[in-house]
T-cell receptor
Framework: QKEVEQNSGPLSVPEGAIASLNCTYSDRVSQSFFWYRQYSGKSPELIMSIYSNGDKEDGRFTAQLNKASQYVSLLIRDSQPSDSATYLCAEGGSGGSNYKLTFGKGTLLTVNP | DAGVTQSPTHLIKTRGQQVTLRCSPKSGHDTVSWYQQALGQGPQFIFQYYEEEERQRGNFPDRFSGHQFPNYSSELNVNALLLGDSALYLC?????????????FGDGTRLSIL
């Protein structure tokens, strides 16, 4: 049974700070990892995907993957109140056939003005 | 370019009833996956359809069934509803031949069981 673990939070940061979200996964052969943002009452929205070890940057967001440690993280720089949401980490399998997403429980982030 | 669309938005049912939820995938996508998200939890995979067949199934009872139509749209059926079936039901679409690419979610159907 694949598992994805996230710090449940909540995480509270001041506006303009860096928010750091962490995730570990159990399946050593997983090749695809995703961060989704979910506002209250809404559906998950993809913000980052990462497949290789190292960092991937997109605007204020940086995803980091360490396959040896089975660890994925998301950094949000210059956090804004509009970033306040639940962030879901998901592992997408190892390819071969179309995959299912295994999600963590999510981390609630609050950015205080 | 139309994204993933789901209907209805909200639904209220009573225990023992049956419900059908509908999903149209993002234009060009051929694979539909269904997820159940209980309050305060991450989405849980129910099953996935491609070429009108169930390809993968999560740990859900047979009360949960589905169908995919030739136009790639899909239905999720739940029989003998229980209070614990109250959740947000999410549909996601993708391309079967690129399994590592992200899945795109619809807005979901919120199902409440009384």
């Amino acid at each position: 049974q694949k598992e994805v673990e996230q710090n449940s939070g909540p995480l509270s940061v001041p506006e303009g700070a860096i928010a750091s979200l962490n995730c570990t996964y159990s399946d050593r052969v997983s090749q695809s990892f995703f961060w989704y943002r979910q506002y209250s009452g809404k559906s998950p929205e993809l913000i980052m995907s990462i497949y290789s070890n190292g960092d991937k940057e997109d605007g204020r967001f940086t995803a980091q993957l360490n396959k040896a440690s089975q660890y994925v993280s998301l950094l949000i720089r210059d956090s804004q109140p509009s970033d306040s949401a639940t962030y879901l980490c998901a592992e997408g399998g190892s390819g071969g056939s179309n995959y299912k997403l295994t999600f963590g429980k999510g981390t609630l982030l609050t950015v205080n003005p | 370019d139309a994204g993933v669309t789901q209907s209805p938005t909200h639904l209220i049912k009573t225990r023992g009833q049956q419900v059908t939820l509908r999903c149209s995938p993002k234009s060009g996508h051929d694979t539909v996956s269904w997820y159940q998200q209980a309050l305060g939890q991450g989405p849980q995979f129910i099953f996935q359809y491609y070429e009108e067949e169930e390809r993968q199934r999560g740990n859900f009872p047979d009360r949960f069934s589905g169908h995919q139509f030739p136009n790639y749209s899909s239905e999720l059926n739940v029989n003998a509803l229980l209070l614990g079936d109250s959740a947000l039901y999410l549909c996601a679409s993708s391309y079967f031949i690129t399994p590592l690419q992200p899945q795109h979610f619809g807005d979901g159907t919120r199902l409440s069981i009384l």
